[in-house]
């Protein structure tokens, strides 16, 4: 059981507010590489994270097929990230999925202009987590 550290958290709390970005990356059925940006990843528990997915599009149907991802979140500014290995479920009813409409309403009404419904919930269970720190630690398992 791979549990995400409070750095790692941090840097998730961190993608809102800050230059911090995160990218989602997934494999077709003939295991073509996608990779999306993802603004809205949280740490759902010590062991998980998620996302809302809005679009439904490659990332969405590449998860339907295969759910092993790979998520990297990064900060330039600190020139430090990390990589998180996982499996993915797609949830598209239940507590977390309505947390997730919610979410796109919120969203919609702050900035303005309509945000399509959710396609889904996206968990990813975490079964490891890597160092993009620049420097002699970079690509290091941590976890």
Request: include cysteine.
């Amino acid at each position: 059981m791979v549990k995400l550290t409070d750095e790692v958290k941090k840097m998730f709390e961190e993608i809102r507010s800050t230059p911090v970005v995160a990218f989602i990356a997934t494999v077709d059925a003939e295991g073509k590489p996608n990779v999306s940006c993802k603004g809205s990843l949280w740490v759902l528990d010590d062991e998980n994270i998620w996302y809302v997915e809005g679009t439904g599009k490659k990332t969405y149907e590449n998860l339907k097929k295969n759910s092993y991802v790979a998520v990297a979140v990064a900060s330039r500014e600190k020139s430090d990230g990390y990589q998180i290995k996982g499996k993915a479920e797609l949830l598209t009813e239940g507590p977390l999925y309505e947390k997730a409409v919610k979410t796109n309403e919120e969203l919609s009404r702050r900035l303005g202009r309509e945000f399509p419904k959710p396609k889904a919930a996206v968990t990813i269970k975490v079964d490891e987590i890597y160092s993009l720190r620049s420097g002699p630690k970079a690509g290091e398992k941590i976890a």
